[in-house]
């Protein structure tokens, strides 16, 4: 879930040279949220099938985490 938190941050926020003012919170288009969200799903998705293949366990609080963000 903090991936996809970070990945949302990340993808909306305007870049260094924006007229921006600090602070100030920054719009997103409809579009840069779904492919913020696209892209932090797709992540997540492929992590958890990772950490169910390297740590042998049913992931009871890793796998509901993730079922909860995707």
Do not use: Y
Not at 2 to 12: E, K, P, R, Y
Not at 16 to 45: N, W, Y
């Amino acid at each position: 879930m903090l991936a996809l938190l970070l990945t949302l941050a990340t993808s909306v926020l305007p870049s260094p040279s924006s007229d921006v003012k600090p602070g100030a919170i920054p719009s997103a288009t409809p579009q840069q949220v779904r492919s913020a969200i696209e892209r932090g799903a797709s992540f997540l998705d492929t992590e958890a099938v990772k950490w169910r293949e390297k740590s042998k366990c049913t992931t009871c609080h890793h796998g509901a985490l993730t079922a909860m963000a995707l």
